[in-house]
T-cell receptor, first 117, second 114 residues
């Protein structure tokens, strides 16, 4: 079945530092990959996505590239801000060859990011 | 454009009771999925509804049931509550016609079972 593994956390950085959060996956079908962010006391917000191999998703300075050969989708940001402090979830959704989703999102365990001024 | 809404925000129940959580999807969406998020964990898929039918189900017991109405809103029902059912319950909406299953989440309902 599908599974997602995120790097052990939490991650603590100083403002303007470089961020990498590792994510690897195993999947049936043709997976689409997502990063979601969860701020304290809130639901999940979609941060970025990639739907096929070598796609790069990007949003708000965050980037992740869909690497089929290494089954990875690592999240990066060149210069983090205090406001980036949150929990980050990597997720996948498998689809058939025509792009019709099988339905569920499978999530990693989440990585807590804390950014200090 | 209203996003996904859920009610109530918080709920406290005792073991053995039953609970109903409600969700209204984002405008234009026809598919609703429910997830359980235990403290410190990633969300776990409960089930997905489309056209008032359960389309897919995760590894949750029959105590967890759902419903989708013609206006696409949905309910999650949990019977015979256990302490382990304490969690944040998230509703997500999407459109089945949309490719790649991009789901939009509501703020969640925090359920505490005493």
């Amino acid at each position: 079945g599908d599974s997602v593994t995120q790097m052990e956390g939490p991650v603590t950085l100083s403002e303007e530092a470089f961020l990498t959060i590792n994510c690897t996956y195993t999947a049936t079908g043709y997976p689409s990959l997502f990063w979601y962010v969860q701020y304290p006391g809130e639901g999940l917000q979609l941060l970025l996505k990639a739907t096929k191999a070598d796609d790069k998703g990007s949003n708000k300075g965050f980037e992740a590239t869909y690497r089929k050969e290494t089954t990875s989708f690592h999240l990066e940001k060149g210069s983090v801000q205090v406001s980036d402090s949150a929990v980050y979830f990597c997720a996948l959704s498998s689809s058939n060859a025509g792009g019709t989703s099988y339905g569920k999102l499978t999530f990693g365990q989440g990585t807590i990011l804390t950014v200090h001024p | 454009d209203a996003g996904v809404t859920q009610s109530p925000t918080h709920l406290i129940k005792t073991r053995g009771q039953q609970v109903t959580l409600r969700c209204s999807p984002k405008s234009g969406h026809d598919t609703v999925s429910w997830y359980q998020q235990a403290l410190g964990q990633g969300p776990q898929f409960i089930f997905q509804y489309y056209e008032e039918e359960e389309r897919q189900r995760g590894n949750f017991p029959d105590r967890f049931s759902g419903h989708q109405y013609p206006n696409y809103s949905s309910e999650l029902n949990v019977n015979a509550l256990l302490l382990g059912d304490s969690a944040l319950y998230l509703c997500a909406s999407s459109t089945l016609a949309g490719r790649y299953n991009e789901q939009f989440f509501g703020p969640g309902t925090r359920l505490t079972v005493l």
